[in-house]
């Protein structure tokens, strides 16, 4: 389980930064892999408003974004962090959040769905230095649809009047407590889901959209990452074709080896292999079953949608039987 967050104040080890610290902190504690962008730190240009994203569903601009992405689409929870400028997040994370406008487009103009969407979970942290009873609403409201953007349903704040000075966070007598409890109640449930590795040879094909269709369908229930025992340089193109046929998304991705996927999983509840036999080594004691699917990795079209359907048969097979 992969915990993702936004600090968006300028202060890198400033009131917002403690109080996200201590979310991750607690997310960490409980098991979960968990990531924190310093977005000021971060090269991150103001959305252009070029239009490309709509049209050709990515942003042009090559900078610090292009690595965001990807951690927004491997998120369980992504948590936003930031103190209210003006009534509403800082320049810099409103950089980031207009950027997002290139993954809106996916879903709303290409109608293309993420296979984390249905599950992914947003939250928001949030400071203010004054005591205004409107003082929230801005950065609320956008934090909603910065999450309906990039594939989160907002799931709530913590949110606290004057606090600015240096230390005012440490000063508060439940901070830092709420922030570990909303930790827990939302980490907790994901604990319970049933961690299945697929596995090919190149993580290019198969063993992605066997993922993808697992997370899709049951990403409630399944945590489903996929390698390859030699990873291929990319994803194949053919195979994202034939799945955005099935109004998947699977931008953002990349192979992955099995190590790199123990990592991220660890030690799985089942590997599932499709030409890949020596996967099973790297997890001694781990149940296996072997997909026989044929590789189709440089057939035609028409190949890669038989092998395709195959999959989701035997993904939806499983999910009917197992949970």
């Known amino acids: 389980m992969f915990v993702l967050g936004l600090q968006g104040s300028p202060r890198i080890k400033g009131n917002t930064s403690l109080l996200l610290s201590a979310f991750l902190a607690e997310a960490q504690r409980l098991g979960a892999r968990t990531h924190q962008v310093h977005v000021a730190r971060q090269n991150i240009s103001p959305c252009l408003e070029c239009g490309t994203c709509e049209k050709d569903g990515f942003c042009a601009v090559d900078d610090d974004m292009q690595r965001i992405y990807p951690l927004l689409w491997q998120a369980d929870i992504i948590v936003m962090a930031t103190p209210v400028f003006f009534y509403g997040p800082t320049a810099q994370m409103k950089a980031l959040i207009d950027r997002s406008q290139a993954l809106w487009g996916r879903r709303y103009v290409h109608k293309l769905v993420d296979p984390g969407r249905k599950w992914r979970r947003g939250f928001l942290l949030s400071l203010g230095a004054t005591r205004g009873k409107n003082l929230f609403d801005g950065v609320k409201l956008t934090a909603r649809y910065f999450f309906d953007a990039v594939g989160a349903t907002f799931e709530g704040s913590l949110t606290y009047r004057q606090i600015e000075a240096e230390g005012d966070l440490a ?65 194949n193109p053919v ?33 599932i292999t499709m030409g890949c036999e020596e996967a099973c080594p790297l997890f001694p004691g781990v149940l296996s079953q072997e997909w026989e699917l044929p590789d189709p990795s440089g057939k035609s079209i028409d190949f890669m949608r038989q092998v395709r359907d195959d999959i989701e048969e035997r993904v939806n097979r499983y999910i009917e039987r197992e949970l």
Do not use: W, Y
């Open 239 to 271: 195979m994202e074709e034939v799945m955005a046929e099935k109004g998947i998304d699977m931008a953002f991705r990349r192979p992955k080896s099995l190590e790199e996927a123990g990592r991220r999983l660890g030690t799985p509840d089942l590997i």
């Open 171 to 235: 000063r508060h007598p439940t901070a830092l407590s709420d922030a570990k409890e909303q930790a827990r109640t939302l980490v907790t449930p994901l604990f319970k889901r049933k961690k299945v590795l697929f596995a090919c040879t190149e993580n290019a094909c198969r063993s992605q959209m066997a993922g993808a269709f697992a997370q899709s369908l049951a990403g409630d229930r399944i945590e489903a990452e996929s390698a390859g025992s030699s990873p291929a340089e990319e994803v």
